[in-house]
């Protein structure tokens, strides 16, 4: 239903697949979500709803191979607590990024306010008004709801140029961005710290104005998975869709 | 030369090789670091020290392949400031976890005053006095000189067995050892947000007690770095050994 409504093609090998739940099940509620936590789940029970989109995995690993780690008693428990609720779970990751626009930029920029800046041929860069590192860390963690987040670079430097990619895209393609667009910013879920962060301290310590600032990746993409509400439920009039945010896993200490 | 002194065997396809620099050139000092950082190169300057030995990368990915990313002018900058000095780096990764003991595992019990419960036959699984997450947290901060850090799981919780994998080793070997060891609290580097965090979080609400510390990469293995000196030094008797700490590259906001 997905790929006809947003006229995309199968992507052969993809990790959006069922990760709990069978093809014949009758869905009378859909929640999405980032993760399909077990607080996700409880809260989809509640609400009635046995079909849960979530973005990124349910046990644990890209493929949500259970037996990753054998005799794994959290993946167990896990797996147990869907079969007995009879809850569906379905991937929606390589199909939502797929979409044109890309749902789960599109969902950012639709939350921060910066749809009014963006142009469809510029993918993720964009030009902002001025605005020192500090504001715009101060506009994200606001728009957001992050209570924390951080940065590389200097907190006075002017940023007018954006690139955006949410989620945990990698070191390869982070840092092709970085050269690539040259960005004064480049605003990401995560990042290996030993990789991309360490790209951005260098390049401070050699005097250029580029800054890194990272989200936490289940707040870079959470919008997302909250616009798809928007997206989809035009799509399916019959049954309610409701977002879930699922947080981050981490207290700050 | 570490090798030998280790009675270490060569590890094939290794990613400690030299990064700048000849093995023709003769040493006049040397400096341990997690990273070769701009501002580790301009220190080891000033001290007149021509060898770095850093753990981590130089040119931000595993193989310290300069051209990742093409044209990439902070790796070109970065070359050119090793080249100008004539300061060679080297990276010692691999041998150095290969020595018994780990000398970064070592090091971390060292630096934490925990050396008095380690068992060489556990691996890094200790047990320590009765303490709760809140004090381990704080122990952690205050013997490591880490500002902030990030923690999945309950702050009143009960900690005595403790599993050390400082770095970024990945989520199948830290879920492995999670359950293998079934320690009370994992304490780790660097994780992947989607994978390791994930685990913990549904653990936790699973009821179960099993939290995890995110020291951050840099400061888990830097007291390795640092206990590598008195490692080295007595085997090198006329060349002097100092370390700095490239600290992690982060503000928090």
């Not at 054998?70 to 379905?90: D, F, M, S, T």
């Not at 199909?95 to 469809?120: A, C, E, M, R």
């Amino acid at each position: 239903m997905v790929l006809k409504a947003g006229n995309l093609k199968p992507i052969p090998n993809t990790v959006d697949t069922l990760k709990s739940g069978s093809p014949e099940m009758v869905v009378n509620g859909i929640v999405t979500t980032m993760f399909a936590t077990t607080a996700v789940i409880e809260q989809a029970v509640k609400l009635g709803a046995n079909f849960i989109i979530a973005h990124e995995p349910t046990f644990f690993n890209h493929v949500d191979n259970k037996e990753m780690v054998p005799n794994n008693p959290v993946v167990k428990q896990k797996a147990e607590l869907l079969a007995r609720h009879n809850i569906a779970v379905w991937r929606c990751h390589d199909y939502i990024h797929s979409i044109k626009p890309d749902v789960v930029g599109y969902g950012f920029l639709k939350k921060t306010n910066w749809l009014q800046y963006y142009k469809p041929t510029d993918k993720y860069t964009i030009t902002l008004p001025d605005a020192t590192l500090q504001q715009m860390v101060q506009h994200l963690k606001q728009t957001l709801n992050i209570p924390h987040l951080r940065v590389v670079g200097d907190l006075n430097q002017q940023c007018r140029r954006v690139t955006l990619i949410p989620g945990a895209a990698g070191g390869l393609m982070q840092m092709t961005a970085a050269v690539a667009d040259q960005p004064d910013v480049l605003v990401v879920g995560e990042v290996s710290e030993w990789e991309t962060a360490e790209y951005f301290r260098d390049g401070n310590l050699q005097g250029r104005k580029m800054a890194l600032i990272v989200l936490g990746h289940s707040y870079s993409e959470e919008p997302g998975m909250e616009y798809f509400v928007e997206w989809l439920q035009p799509k399916l009039p019959g049954i309610k869709i409701t977002h879930i945010a699922s947080g981050e896993p981490f207290k700050w200490v």
